[in-house]
């Protein structure tokens, strides 16, 4: 059984920076794209950013281009998610997820597992 716990959430301020952590275990975790989603309150869930399992794969939603970065370590079943020049609209709960077949996709539907999720709030 494949489980996603991710940490790192919290309360800043509008330029500041956070780093989430997505810590797996069970299955082969270097086999599977990973990546990050989120939900604001009201909203649908939305794609953020995707990573290969090899890590040399990325991809971003243009809102956070530039701003976050998506890495992963393979030797510690992990993955993260930077996130640099924080906005109140980043404000949202953060999921990461596990793409459990070969292709990326921005579409929720394409993973099979996901974490409880982690609150990111950026006051103004």
């Known amino acids: 059984q494949v489980q996603l716990v991710e940490s790192g959430g919290g309360l800043v301020q509008a330029g500041d920076s956070l780093r989430l952590s997505c810590a797996a275990s069970g299955g082969s975790f270097n086999s599977f794209g990973m990546a990050w989603f989120r939900q604001a309150p009201g909203k649908e869930r939305e794609f953020v950013a995707y990573i290969g399992g090899s890590g040399g794969n990325t991809l971003y939603t243009e809102s956070v281009k530039d701003r976050f970065t998506i890495f992963r370590d393979n030797a510690k079943n992990t993955v993260y998610l930077q996130m640099n020049s924080l906005k109140p609209e980043d404000t949202a709960v953060y999921y990461c997820?596990?793409?459990?077949?070969?292709?990326?996709?921005?579409?929720?539907?394409?993973?099979?597992?996901w974490g409880q999720g982690t609150q990111v709030t950026v006051s103004s």
């Open positions: 997820a596990r793409r459990g077949t070969i292709g990326i996709t921005r579409s929720s539907r394409g993973y099979d597992y």
